[in-house]
């Protein structure tokens, strides 16, 4: 048995279907025996009123006949039931039930019984209020400070406070402001009315300021009366809890202090007389009830919450001392003397689950056996432990970790591009300008050898791309089954994608024994789109801003057998030259040399070359694999070009900050704009016309303003969006460069791709810049290393934005120095020792940025004649034309 559960003492299910709330539950002797045995009043929104007075016979015992005093049916929904001196003329206890448009006192009693049958329990009417207005709830208490009687406050649905003196009304008044009704109680110390209006705020409002306030009966026929509005009633105090409240408890230590509960959303409140908090706890569950009480230990108090989790938690002050597990959510606790047990908890649910439980710990009968001693083996027991480490190792694979080929079996994957455009094109809002677009269709086929379910493919390719449909889903797939889809893929943008392969993943479970929903699975399939999609054949240029030569160890491939879609019908004679003319308006030219083996290519942007270089290298590859050749080779002896590079990030970083400063500007307007309007809107409310004062225009002026920032604001998105994908494209050539210059390792390379192109979007919050920096230092701190004290230094745990790229340029060029050096890129655990850096001859130590403390006075600029930008200052100077290519 557990021991944080609550111990069943008695419980009941009240009649089918029944509904009841926080109010319908309350103990207190009804029938006025005097001998201090509270009965439980249980009140349903079917109009069922149920008295009970347990007495099991042994713990646990369900409700018997005997238990059920009274059960009558009111006919009306019963709202809220309460225990009290109703009664001018007598001090004994009666029984107020609210109903929506009523409110009734009844007198219980009792009738002894001359048969085996018991006693018999009656009610009779006392008197009844019919109300005007639909009631929510009420209180009671000895308003004003009477003696030896309790009055009844209702508070309806619009906010109306309406006081009976027991057999008759007295007043009605409406509270400030109100919009909805909250939880209302009644504090006898300061004779005030505490409730929890619809701003999230506690208000308190003194008895002698209400009954001395204007009737609210008598303006009956003022508009404002009728939406509820109360002007000359005056809050003695408030107070924000930025939640709204479920209930509201009194309590108090003594005669001269007492404390406010209220029950939030999230927290519960203990506040002082004056508005003043006293303690709050945040609450770790949706609460659904709950109950403060006196404790025993002094100047503190015990508070019952109960929660949507079937918890019931105990509190003294703030601290948890007890959680207890009850069988149902209960809307209403109270605590009570029920057959003579005192402190007997009860709780009801919202369906008619009443059970009445307390706490602690029942004693177990079981005791242990006593473990025979005996001696220990050490070689038996490890020969024991490998054999249980085998079984659950064995029993690990059967259980849904297979291997990787087998995992791969389950379900394969294929992508097939069609060599042939689309016969009618699918692009549809292109912004490319005067070309046709064309498409081309990709299939994609799922073969699954055993039954899956929920498979799901998504498609993904680099933007500006655009896919016809993007997501398809199986829901289920029989054993040696093929699902066959196909989209179309085309540019939309005016601008070259970064990467032209494209990647179709799908996600499917399979099911096991131990799990029949299934075990979630991923496998992914890449495939390559046609250089042809967004190039087309162009003429060739022999100036250029920016070219590169990429070195190879074969002699020269024509150009027309590389490219046979590209060849340009005037020009077929000249196989070594070739130009490309991307769907979005750059050139770029291809040379191939006559006399040495080299390849060069030229454009006008820096980014451009990255494509037509990579599918160049891809292509040659190819070729030499067809003709047996398995020794091919490409190289790059000339100088990376840094400083190229390095303008795409300042444009990049620099439309960053243009959006960080326009986005200011825009909530700065938009902050004068709200302002501007709540001027007009109080000078519209004012009784008396006044001047605008040109409000309106400035209302007008302020309005233009915020819509040309939204604009300059996504315009600068857009912008933001072309730069990254350019500044991705010169990343990839960059890499691609360093990789065939230093003849790195394709983990080396894929280490590089991981630093340099960590995100796949770019934002304000987490940039490219920043990312890519710390990256970068954390290569130079472990594999890249040449000291322990650049081991020893920390970097910064956050990613904020740089105030500028300065640092991370000096990374980047740092990065290409230790790479010429000799480092080696590794992420194994000895990559934190420092590197042996092989030195060619007549190489000496350069400034390498803010990672290295001591000065270098020797010159370094006669080291690595062919990458003199690596260790100049910025500004960088220009790289020099690369030579020995003949045109």
Not at 141 to 146: L, T
Not at 259 to 281: A, H, P, T, W
Not at 833 to 854: F, H, K, N, Y
């Amino acid at each position: 048995m557990s021991l944080f559960k609550a111990r069943n003492w008695w419980s009941t299910v009240l009649g089918e279907k029944e509904e009841f709330d926080q109010g319908c539950l309350c103990l207190g002797d009804v029938d006025n025996t005097g001998n201090g045995q509270d009965k439980i009043i249980v009140g349903s929104f079917t109009g069922y009123l149920r008295i009970f007075n347990p007495h099991p016979v042994k713990t646990g015992d369900g409700a018997q006949a005997e238990d059920l005093l009274l059960e009558v049916h009111l006919r009306d929904p019963i709202l809220q039931v309460e225990v009290g001196k109703f009664v001018s003329g007598t001090e004994m206890l009666h029984l107020a039930v609210l109903h929506s448009r009523k409110l009734c006192v009844y007198s219980v009693s009792g009738t002894l019984g001359n048969v085996e049958h018991g006693n018999q329990y009656q009610i009779k009417l006392m008197y009844e209020h019919n109300l005007q207005r639909t009631a929510c709830n009420m209180t009671y208490g000895s308003f004003g400070g009477v003696k030896g009687r309790d009055l009844i406050c209702i508070q309806s649905m619009d906010g109306m406070l309406m006081v009976f003196e027991q057999e008759s009304y007295a007043f009605g008044r409406f509270l400030p402001g109100s919009l909805l009704p909250g939880p209302l109680a009644y504090s006898s110390r300061t004779d005030s009315f505490i409730t929890v209006s619809s701003c999230r705020q506690v208000e308190s409002y003194k008895y002698q300021v209400l009954a001395f306030a204007t009737d609210a009966d008598k303006r009956q026929e003022t508009e404002q009366q009728k939406l509820g509005s109360g002007k000359r009633l005056i809050v003695d105090w408030t107070l924000n809890i930025g939640e709204q409240a479920l209930d509201i408890c009194i309590v108090s230590f003594n005669q001269s202090a007492s404390s406010v509960f209220v029950l939030g959303e999230r927290n519960f409140f203990c506040l002082k007389d004056n508005g003043q908090i006293r303690f709050m706890k945040k609450l770790d569950c949706s609460p659904s009830c709950f109950l403060p009480y006196c404790s025993v230990s002094e100047g503190t108090i015990n508070t019952l919450i109960g929660n949507h989790n079937n918890m019931l938690h105990i509190y003294q002050d703030v601290t948890l001392k007890w959680a207890t597990q009850l069988p149902h959510i209960p809307v209403a606790v109270r605590v009570g003397c029920v057959h003579d047990l005192k402190g007997v908890i009860v709780t009801l649910s919202d369906d008619g689950h009443l059970q009445c439980s307390y706490l602690g710990t029942d004693p177990s009968l079981f005791q242990a056996p006593k473990v025979e001693s005996r001696e220990l083996h050490y070689d038996e027991l490890d020969i024991e432990l490998k054999e249980l480490q085998k079984i659950i190792k064995d029993v690990n694979k059967s259980q849904g970790i297979w291997p990787m080929t087998e995992r791969e079996d389950d379900l394969k994957v294929s992508a097939m591009v069609s060599p042939n455009f689309d016969s009618v094109s699918q692009a549809t809002d292109v912004a490319v300008g005067t070309d046709l677009v064309p498409s081309v269709t990709v299939k994609v086929t799922l073969q699954s050898r055993l039954a899956l379910q929920k498979a799901k493919l998504s498609v993904y390719v680099q933007p500006p791309l655009v896919l016809t449909c993007d997501q398809f889903t199986f829901e289920f797939m029989a054993p040696e089954m093929n699902r066959t889809v196909s989209f179309s893929v085309y540019l939309k943008g005016s601008y070259t994608p970064p990467e032209l392969e494209g990647n179709a993943v799908v996600s499917y479970s399979r099911p096991s024994d131990r799990n029949p929903d299934g075990i979630p699975r991923v496998i992914q399939c890449k495939f390559r789109l046609p250089l042809k999609l967004i190039c087309l054949p162009g003429q060739p240029s022999k100036t250029a801003s920016h070219k590169l030569t990429i070195d190879t160890n074969k002699s020269p491939v024509s150009l027309l057998s590389l490219f046979p879609g590209f060849a340009h019908q005037s020009e077929d004679d000249q196989v070594n030259v070739m130009g490309f003319r991307f769907l979005g308006g750059s050139r770029v030219t291809l040379l191939a040399s006559k006399t040495s083996q080299r390849y060069r290519i030229q454009s006008e942007q820096f980014e451009d070359l990255w494509l037509i270089t990579n599918e160049l290298i891809i292509r040659l590859q190819e070729y030499f694999e067809k003709q047996g050749i398995k020794d091919f080779a490409c190289s790059f002896s000339g100088s990376v070009p840094l400083q190229e590079y390095f303008e795409l990030i300042d444009h990049h970083f620099e439309l960053r900050i243009n959006g960080e400063k326009l986005e200011e500007l825009l909530s700065e307007r938009a902050v004068q704009f709200r302002a501007i309007q709540r001027r007009l809107l109080t000078r519209f409310k004012d009784k008396t016309p006044a001047p605008l004062q040109h409000l309106d225009t400035l209302l007008d002026g302020t309005y233009k303003q915020v819509i040309a920032l939204a604009d300059a604001v996504e315009e600068n998105q857009d912008n933001l969006f072309q730069s990254f994908t350019k500044l991705r494209s010169a990343t990839h050539l960059v890499i691609l460069l360093i990789g065939l210059w230093q003849k790195l390792s394709p983990d080396q390379v894929a280490i590089l791709e991981a630093a340099f192109l960590p995100l796949q979007q770019d934002t304000q919050e987490l940039g490219w810049e920043e990312t890519v920096d710390a990256a970068i230092s954390h290569l130079l701190k472990t594999c890249l290393s040449k000291s322990s004290k650049e081991q020893a230094l920390s970097l910064s745990s956050q990613l904020n934005i740089p105030k500028d790229t300065s640092r991370l340029k000096k990374h980047i060029a740092l990065l290409c120095d230790r790479l010429a050096k000799g480092g080696r890129l590794c992420l194994s655990t000895d990559a934190a020792a420092p590197q042996t850096m092989v030195m060619p001859g007549g190489c000496t130590t350069i400034p390498e940025s803010d990672l290295e403390e001591r000065s270098i006075e020797q010159d370094s600029t006669e080291l690595f004649t062919n990458h003199k930008h690596l260790i100049a200052e910025t500004p960088m100077p220009d790289v020099s034309p690369l030579q020995g290519v003949s045109e």
